[in-house]
């Protein structure tokens, strides 16, 4: 096994301790667990970065160098490291670790799905003329951030939901620990709103790169079929705020299908006959 | 009547349902192999479904009568929106509010009302300034022993919402443009050959160019591994015989030639491939032919003609071959001639009185060899003339614009009141914002800070 991916296997296991450690301060409260999650998902998000860049080189050092954002696995890796990267800029700004437990588990499974699945090639490879391409980074980063965004807003839905099940005047300790409502409500709204632009950044970039690489600017390959639903999906949603006022756990249900809508885009797609095989 | 129908037209429930509807039939759109993508792919379902799905036009829906109906009431609906909320907007955007308005300054938090140990007057004229040089469309009024004032800063957010609208109605129009006016096609042409007659995509039929594409050479590279490098054609464009631009052309590197955009889409190899052919006159004359299939040559001594009719690479498992038709004024001969001919008669020597067809010497004088055979390639061409991407691209570029300006900047109107409370100057701020609280009570507590900080 080349090192790089050494290290990336690791960092599935950092971030099924974080995960565990961030459920462990939900449900005990105790602020010990929540900084030893926050720590070792720094740790884990400093070791990927480590190892995203060893592959970059490891792939020049081939003769076929590219960034590494090429193929399934590559775009697994890339997206749990958006995830904890935008997790970690979200509670150094909200100073809360609840949230934690609802976001760093998709990283871990992003990670093992590519790391541990059968049919997740790990190897290095080099790329077929489709990709070879200035727009391929551009396009790539757009969207997993956009993602990524996406997937905070729906660990922000399940958040909000799993308030909802507080009963009585005085709740449970686990449940007064999350943060209040409104604030969960507007975080979610906060997610969703870079989550749509990224989102739409990535709609555009595809459609440069697919003028310049496919004859048309949209060819309504399943993909970008699947990416416009999305994009309605969050339209529908953020309309629905502006102009009914909609909140709370309406707007969690959303970012929950929402969710669902952006997990077919990027995988369910491929089960669909179309241009964009190599994802 | 008129009303409720408008009224309908411009609601946000009839905006979710065309997006539902729209979300389901593209969703069936990306089960349904649509036409564009190869039409074996429907073998598999009943005729009368077929029937049916033609004639919804579910093989190309997203190009089908109903699917563009429910495009333009999309569009309608966000024009007739944006021209109903239009108004309210403006208005927010041009008018100024007065400064003693009481509304701003109910229940306003301890924090937002300060105390300074200053002279009124002092106190006004510093807040004045402040306001001055961060806020715009200041308003000041002064009451017996109260001063009020008014400012607010990126009214233009209002008008966000508007530009990206306006973008995607762009888009729509761009979109549509190039649909009426330009064209998708391809072409495959063979090594060496030429054409001025692609094959429309969408519309069907066929289109001629008034130039020629001539493939010169393709060629296909591979890693270490085996997978596809780079596809290269090599092609030249004509105009009246004479090379006008010529060029490699590789994925994700079109060539644009009169307008009209060439991408490279597909490769293949023609049927047979090439054959080198080495016809011997009683081992006097020797002549080596390179031929492709259909192709045929003159025979002038016995006034004939060799029809290639099929190049194998491999006949009946014994390795390649080549179908010659022979036609003179007597008749046609037909011959096999195989490349490892030698081979087979050492194995079976009564080969030829068994089959005469297997005979390379069978014309006399004649004799044919079989050199070798090559794979011929041609070059799958996709061609594109698109009038509409400009304004596709400029109604891209404010859709960003115009979501930048909604989500990052938001109109804050703020009111100050100064006035005397036991001897102190009083400052009261109160702040409304169409969006983003936590900016706005930012923007205050930094405000009220600096005023403080005079005392």
Redesign the interface.
């Known amino acids: 096994m080349i090192i790089n991916t050494t290290i990336l296997s690791w960092v599935t296991f950092i971030y099924f301790g974080s995960a565990i450690f961030y459920i462990f301060k939900m449900v005990t409260g105790k602020e010990f667990w929540g900084s030893l999650a926050s720590i070792i998902a720094f740790i884990g998000l400093i070791a990927q970065t480590v190892g995203l860049i060893l592959r970059w080189f490891e792939s020049y050092k081939m003769g076929i160098g590219h960034a590494p954002l090429s193929n399934l696995y590559e775009s697994l890796i890339f997206f749990s490291w958006t995830i904890v990267l935008l997790y970690l800029i979200i509670e150094w700004r909200i100073k809360s670790r609840n949230l934690g437990a609802f976001v760093v588990p998709f990283a871990f499974f992003s990670m093992a799905f590519a790391s541990f699945s059968p049919n997740v090639n790990a190897r290095i490879q080099p790329l077929i003329p489709a990709l070879q391409s200035n727009w391929l980074i551009s396009h790539v980063i757009t969207c997993f951030f956009g993602y990524a965004a996406l997937t905070i807003a729906c660990g922000l839905g399940f958040m909000y939901l799993l308030k909802g099940l507080e009963k009585g005047e005085r709740p449970r300790l686990f449940f007064r620990l999350l943060p209040g409502r409104e604030i969960v409500d507007e975080l979610t709204y906060q997610s969703v709103v870079i989550g749509f632009i990224f989102l739409t950044l990535g709609i555009i970039t595809g459609s440069v790169w697919a003028y310049s690489a496919w004859g048309s600017y949209w060819s309504w390959d399943p993909k970008e079929t699947w990416s416009l639903i999305t994009w309605f999906i969050y339209a529908a949603m953020l309309h629905s705020r502006f102009v009914r006022g909609w909140r709370g756990k309406r707007m969690a249900i959303m970012s929950i299908i929402g969710f669902t809508s952006v997990l077919f885009t990027y995988f369910g797609v491929n089960y669909l006959p179309g241009l964009h095989s190599y994802f | 009547m008129k009303k409720t129908f408008f009224s309908f037209l411009s609601s946000?429930k009839l905006?979710?349902i065309l997006?539902i509807i729209?979300?389901v039939a593209?969703?069936v759109?990306?089960?349904i192999?649509?036409q564009y993508?190869g039409g074996e792919?429907f073998q598999h379902l009943s005729p009368g479904l077929v029937k049916v799905f033609n004639s919804l036009q579910l093989f190309d829906m997203?190009h089908s009568v109903w699917f563009i109906i429910l495009m333009g009431l999309l569009s309608l609906n966000l024009i007739v929106c944006s021209l109903n909320r239009l108004p309210a907007s403006w208005k927010l955007f041009s008018t100024i509010p007065s400064p003693d308005r009481r509304k701003p300054f109910e229940h306003l938090p301890p924090e937002s009302v300060i105390l300074i140990e200053k002279d009124r007057n002092e106190v006004i004229n510093s807040v004045e300034n402040r306001l001055r040089r961060k806020y715009k469309k200041i308003r000041r009024k002064d009451a017996d022993s109260i001063t009020f004032f008014y400012g607010e800063k990126g009214a233009y957010s209002n008008f966000g919402?508007y530009i990206i609208h306006l973008s995607i109605l762009i888009i729509i129009t761009g979109?549509t443009i190039g649909s009426l006016l330009g064209f998708?096609a391809f072409v495959n042409i063979p090594e060496g050959e030429s054409t001025n007659t692609v094959h429309l995509g969408r519309q069907k039929g066929v289109k001629k160019l008034d130039f020629t594409v001539r493939c010169d050479k393709f060629s296909i590279s591979f890693?270490d591994?085996g997978?596809?490098?780079?596809?290269r054609s090599n092609l030249s464009f004509l105009k009246d015989n004479n090379v006008i631009l010529q060029g490699p052309l590789?994925?994700?590197?079109?060539i644009t030639f009169n307008g009209i955009?060439f991408?490279?889409?597909s490769y293949g190899t023609t049927p047979g491939g090439l054959a080198y052919i080495t016809v011997n006159r009683e081992n006097t004359e020797e002549t080596t032919l390179k031929v492709k299939q259909k192709d045929s040559f003159y025979l002038k001594e016995k006034n004939a003609t060799v029809n290639i009719v099929k190049i194998e690479k491999n006949f009946m498992s014994m390795g390649p071959a080549v179908l010659l038709h022979i036609q003179n004024p007597e008749g046609t001969v037909r011959i096999w001639v195989f490349k490892r001919i030698e081979q087979m008669r050492d194995r079976i020597p009564d080969l030829i009185k068994k089959v005469p067809t297997f005979n390379p010497g069978r014309y006399k004088p004649y004799y044919f060899e079989l050199n070798r055979i090559e794979s011929n390639y041609y070059t799958g061409l996709?061609?594109?003339q698109?009038p509409g991407?400009v304004i596709?691209a400029i109604g891209?570029f404010f859709?960003?614009l115009g979501?930048?300006i909604t989500?990052f900047s938001s109109h804050k109107r703020l009111w100050v009141r100064v006035d005397d409370q036991e001897g102190k100057s009083r400052i009261s701020v109160g702040a409304t914002s169409n969006k983003d609280p936590?900016g706005l009570k930012r923007e205050t507590e930094y405000l009220l800070r600096h005023f403080s900080s005079m005392g």
Do not use: C, W
Request: charged share 10%; aromatic share 10%; net charge negative.
């Open positions: 946000l905006t979710i997006l729209i979300a593209s969703i759109g990306t089960i192999p649509q993508e792919s997203y919402v979109a998708g890693y591994n997978m596809p490098k780079e596809y590789l994925v994700n590197h079109p955009r991408y490279q889409a996709q061609l594109s698109d991407v596709v891209s859709v960003i979501l930048s989500f936590v």
